[in-house]
């Protein structure tokens, strides 16, 4: 088997252009912190999809955990926003679903291509389902998610909403892995005194 990590497999040759903040939390890191700010939509309808999904509630400037769970399968998530959890499944896709990455929320699949350009990998929605059934992609909800480095850290942006909904989450900051202390020259890279989910243009 295969000793690359699942987002190597699928980006391919595009893996090696994604700074190395990013290719090391997606690769042999178990778990990561750091700070993020969550924004959820206020329809009721997007509080219904939030809830189900267990998206947090919104939150300002909080501490951040991501724990990075190697299945024979893909990954586990399990996400931890200061006490609020929710996880997700992520596995290489097969069939229609080939050469994408596939991200599982209880009954709901969307399989995502992974575009790495502009020292930026960014996830771009392709198919989704429900209960393993196909399902339209003008009933999808839209997502805006990205990661890329900075000031030696992993920043992520996932923005989800819906044409007919509205916002139904934004969650966006920053991670390092917990064992970066274990690379000196890399760990050097990160300001110990700085905090906050993400720098100022990205808040806007």
Request: one cysteine or more; hydrophobic letters at 35%; charged letters at 20%.
């Amino acid at each position: 088997m295969s000793d690359d990590g699942l987002f190597q497999r699928i980006t391919g040759a595009g893996w090696t252009v994604l700074p190395e903040e990013v290719r090391r939390l997606h690769h042999r890191t178990e778990r990561a912190t750091g700070y993020g700010e969550v924004r959820r939509g206020r329809s009721i309808l997007a509080g219904c999809i939030a809830f189900l999904v267990r998206f947090p509630e919104s939150l300002p400037n909080t501490a951040v955990t991501v724990e990075f769970v190697k299945t024979a399968k893909g990954e586990i998530w399990r996400r931890n926003f200061a006490g609020q959890k929710f996880s997700s499944r992520l596995f290489a896709g097969n069939g229609r679903y080939s050469g994408l990455l596939c991200e599982r929320f209880g009954p709901m699949t969307f399989a995502m291509a992974l575009q790495c350009s502009g020292q930026r990998l960014t996830l771009e929605m392709r198919h989704w389902s429900l209960f393993g059934i196909p399902l339209p992609m003008f009933l999808c909800p839209v997502s805006d998610s990205y990661e890329y480095a900075q000031n030696g850290r992993m920043y992520f942006n996932v923005e989800i909403s819906h044409p007919f909904v509205g916002l139904i989450v934004h969650y966006k900051g920053w991670l390092v892995p917990e064992d970066h202390s274990l690379d000196r020259n890399w760990a050097n890279t990160i300001e110990p005194s700085g905090q906050g989910p993400c720098p100022d243009s990205e808040l806007r």
